[in-house]
């Protein structure tokens, strides 16, 4: 079966330290990626996503991702996080065989302190 | 955007409850999703919907069912609630755009079975 797999589960960082957040998945096939993110008390929301094309995308709040399909991987980056950023990212992958299903990886909490 | 809201965002039940979660987008969309949120599971999918009166079910559907009478309105269903089925409640409802589909998350419901 199809997975998701999000390596950190808590990461830890000072404001304007950079971040990278690892996500792999297993399937073979052509993929849909996305990463969510959730901010205390707030709903899921979606941060970027990747279709086709440019492996590397922007997303909103300086985010970027870039996919390595040799890899497996779809991992999000930051030059600089801000205390703002604290919250939960989760990746998530939907397979061409799937229809419109997310799996999803297992969540990172992220925490900076200012 | 797309508004997803849910008819609950805490909730309190006991045991052997019939509980009832209901979740409204506002646009014409098709596909509607319900997960459920748990600490270092990230979000499983419970049942999902393309349609009126169409159910399909997801990784998770024990003890769950769905009803899904207009297309506005997906509502999860706990048959008899347990203490295993508290969690965070998610419904989605998935938009599609000119290269694929984006999911759209309400803000969750807390369900506590005691």
């Known amino acids: 079966a199809q997975s998701v797999s999000q390596h950190n589960h808590h990461v830890i960082l000072s404001e304007a330290a950079s971040l990278e957040l690892g996500c792999n998945y297993s399937y073979g096939g052509t993929v849909n990626l996305f990463w969510y993110v959730q901010y205390p008390g707030q709903h899921l929301q979606l941060l970027l996503k990747y279709f086709s094309g440019d492996p590397l995308v922007k997303g909103i709040k300086g985010f970027e991702a870039e996919f390595i399909k040799s890899k497996f991987s779809f991992n999000l980056r930051k030059p600089s996080v801000q205390w703002s950023d604290t919250a939960e990212y989760f990746c998530?992958?939907?397979?061409?065989?799937?229809?419109?299903?997310?799996?999803f990886g297992q969540g990172t909490e992220l925490s900076v302190k200012p | 955007d797309v508004k997803v809201t849910q008819s609950s965002r805490y909730l309190v039940k006991r045991t052997g409850e019939k509980v009832f979660l209901e979740c409204v987008q506002d646009?014409?969309?098709?596909?509607m999703f319900w997960y459920r949120q748990d600490p270092g599971l990230g979000l499983r999918l419970i049942y999902f919907s393309y349609d009126v009166k169409m159910k399909e079910k997801g990784d998770i559907p024990e003890g769950y069912s769905v009803s899904r009478e207009k297309k506005e309105r997906f509502s999860l269903i706990l048959e008899s609630a347990s203490t295993s089925q508290t969690s965070m409640y998610l419904c989605?409802?998935?938009?599609?755009?000119?290269?694929?589909?984006?999911?759209?998350f309400g803000p969750g419901t807390r369900l506590t079975v005691t």
């Open positions: 998530a992958v939907n397979t061409d065989n799937q229809g419109g299903k997310l799996i």
């Open positions: 989605a409802a998935e938009a599609g755009t000119e290269r694929g589909y984006e999911q759209y």
């Open positions: 646009m014409d969309h098709e596909n």
